[in-house]
């Protein structure tokens, strides 16, 4: 079992910066990556980025490339999420996620989840 926790959701204006915060606890050990997802009202939720977690290799949906950056600290358990030149089309839940199944398919088949916390970006 893997447990995940969010952090660091709010309101920000268009334009603004805000720094997501994931804390893992448990068989973190077992996992091969660590992503994030959001879900905004109405849509299905969807991939936004993702990281090996015995490596360094990063994944990021073509929505938010080079306006997001994932980084992770295995030894400390922790994923992060920056979000730069946030939109308002970037309003959603934002879930952390955990991957103990395999090494393939970065953006999906995701087994872990946290609770979410809500970004919120006006304009």
């Known amino acids: 079992q893997v447990q995940l926790v969010e952090s660091g959701g709010g309101l920000v204006q268009a334009g603004g910066s805000l720094r997501l915060s994931c804390a893992a606890s448990?068989?973190?050990?077992?996992?091969?990556?660590m992503g994030w997802f959001r879900q905004a009202p109405g849509k299905e939720r969807e991939f936004v980025a993702a990281?090996?977690?015995?490596?360094?290799?990063?994944y990021y949906a073509d929505s938010v490339k080079g306006r997001f950056a994932i980084s992770g600290d295995n030894a400390k358990n922790m994923v992060d999420l920056q979000m730069n030149s946030l939109k308002p089309e970037d309003t959603a839940v934002y879930y952390c996620?955990?991957?103990?199944?395999?090494?393939?398919?970065?953006?999906?088949?995701?087994?872990?989840w946290g609770q979410g916390t809500q970004v919120t970006v006006s304009s």
């Open positions: 996620a955990a991957k103990t199944s395999d090494w393939t398919r970065p953006t999906r088949a995701y087994n872990y």
């Open positions: 448990g068989r973190t050990f077992s996992a091969y990556f």
């Open positions: 990281i090996s977690w015995r490596g360094e290799n990063t």
